[in-house]
T-cell receptor, first 115, second 108 residues
Framework: DTGVSQDPRHKITKRGQNVTFRCDPI?????LYWYRQTLGQGPEFLTY????????KSRLLSDRFSAERPKGSFSTLEIQRTEQGDSAMYLC?????????????FGDGTRLSIL | KNEVEQSPQNLTAQEGEFITINCSYS?????LHWLQQHPGGGIVSLFM???GKKKHGRLIATINIQEKHSSLHITASHPRDSAVYIC??????????FGTGTRLQVFP
């Protein structure tokens, strides 16, 4: 069990640029979740996948955000035309399957800073 | 209004003290996570519970379904327990709804 891996750990970019983050879940986990956490706040749900299917998207996920999990393994989260308000920690988590008995395992996050 | 409320927001303690962090949640949550977040962002799942009580080392988590309330207790606190503790409710769709966290500082 190598844990959930996120890349990069930090990303600094200028406003208006596109950024892409990657998450590699624990290998046997078929659920994958994306969350966003701004400074001093708890994380907020963005979207989640069951295998390659994106099952739910938050209203927070504007049309500038897109997430994919093409082969049901790793996932990418892309933000187009970044804005100052996108500065946050982006967290990925995975679980074996859904349900109240399946804890989610978190990666260390990608911290995005928009200049 | 946040569907998961935590208290207190900030907590300081002397080493050895017994610590309690509380979490209240709304209808629709089927289970509760307690999570620990250290500076730098990494989140570790401490407990997931839907009823009763769980214990791991010096940590104890309880949940009262009828009252929609959960508590995290730390016995014999230590400076290395200093972190942000977050409760998160599991909704039927399995997404987590997080509280805003409790920042704990334990001084030697």
């Amino acid at each position: 069990d190598t844990g959930v891996s996120q890349d990069p750990r930090h990303k600094i970019t200028k406003r208006g640029q596109n950024v892409t983050f990657r998450c590699d879940p624990i290998s046997e986990h078929n659920r994958l979740y994306w969350y966003r956490q701004t400074l001093g706040q708890g994380p907020e749900f963005l979207t989640y996948f069951q295998n390659e299917a994106q099952l739910e998207k938050s209203r927070l996920l504007s049309d500038r955000f897109s997430a994919e999990r093409p082969k049901g393994s790793f996932s990418t989260l892309e933000i187009q035309r970044t804005e100052q308000g996108d500065s946050a920690m982006y967290l990925c988590a995975s679980s074996p399957q859904g349900g109240r008995d399946q804890p989610q395992h978190f990666g260390d996050g990608t911290r995005l800073s928009i200049l | 209004k946040n569907e998961v409320e935590q208290s207190p927001q900030n907590l300081t303690a002397q080493e050895g003290e017994f610590i309690t962090i509380n979490c209240s949640y709304s209808v629709g949550i089927s289970a509760l996570h307690w999570l620990q977040q250290h500076p730098g962002g990494g989140i570790v799942s401490l407990f997931m519970l839907s009823s009763g009580k769980k214990k791991h080392g010096r940590l104890i988590a309880t949940i009262n379904i009828q009252e929609k309330h959960s508590s995290l207790h730390i016995t014999a606190s230590h400076p290395r327990d200093s972190a942000v503790y977050i409760c998160a409710g599991v909704y039927n769709t399995d997404k987590l709804i997080f509280g805003t966290g409790t920042r704990l500082q334990v001084f030697p």
